[in-house]
């Protein structure tokens, strides 16, 4: 098993940004991962979708406040981007390199995760089978960022490492994270 916290960052801006910190952790475990994030602070301040049902796979979920997280497996310039709404939507998108090939990735037809929202918090968990996409001894690479969507409409963007002049969450070199 390998744990691993995380601390997201926001991208610079000369806009405010909402009084918030989001952590977490990913586990590997096998053929299984878990991801965990805790966002607290202002909600107020941010757009927080309420929960639908049933939740469903859909297009587009970084237009609004969406967590989201990269795989790749190491040496490899293929990976999935994973995209979890707060409502309890999700997608997952396989791409063969830098953002070129994307495709909705049929490895899975359902993700299942669960959200708790409280007045100066809100906890998000998944766990999941890696078995449609990688081998239980692969090696992977992990970025991890959020969308966050302000109440005002703005947007800023939140990850572990934003190494280039614009936000870009597909960066090969923001994938820091080894499982």
């Known amino acids: 098993m390998h744990c ?15 009084d918030l910190a989001i952590t ?15 966002l607290r602070g202002s ?16 297009r587009r979920l970084w237009e609004d406040t969406c967590l989201e997280f990269f795989l790749a497996p190491k040496d490899s310039p293929g ?3 994973f995209n979890l709404s ?5 997608n997952v998108y396989g791409f063969q390199a830098y953002r070129q090939g994307m495709t909705e990735a049929e490895a899975f ?16 968990h998944l766990e999941f ?4 996409i990688a081998a239980a001894d692969q090696r992977l690479e992990a970025a991890v960022a959020a969308v966050i969507k302000g109440a ?12 280039g002049p614009q936000p870009d969450f597909h960066r090969r070199d923001s994938f820091i994270i080894e499982l």
Request: aromatic residues 12%; proline residues 13%.
């Open 79 to 81: 990976y999935w981007e």
């Open 24 to 38: 977490g952790y990913l586990i590997r475990r096998g053929a299984g991962l878990a991801i965990g994030y805790l």
């Open 43 to 58: 909600l107020e301040e941010i757009v927080v979708p309420p929960p639908v049902d049933p939740p469903a796979r859909r």
């Open 152 to 163: 005002d409409g703005r947007v800023t963007y939140w990850a572990l490492a934003h190494p």
């Open 129 to 132: 089978d890696l078995a449609g």
């Open 4 to 18: 691993q916290p995380f601390i997201l960052r926001p991208f610079f801006s000369s806009d405010s940004l909402p």
């Open 86 to 90: 707060p409502a309890g939507h999700w």
């Open 109 to 124: 037809s359902t993700l299942p995760f669960r959200v708790e929202g409280r007045s100066d918090s809100l906890v998000l």
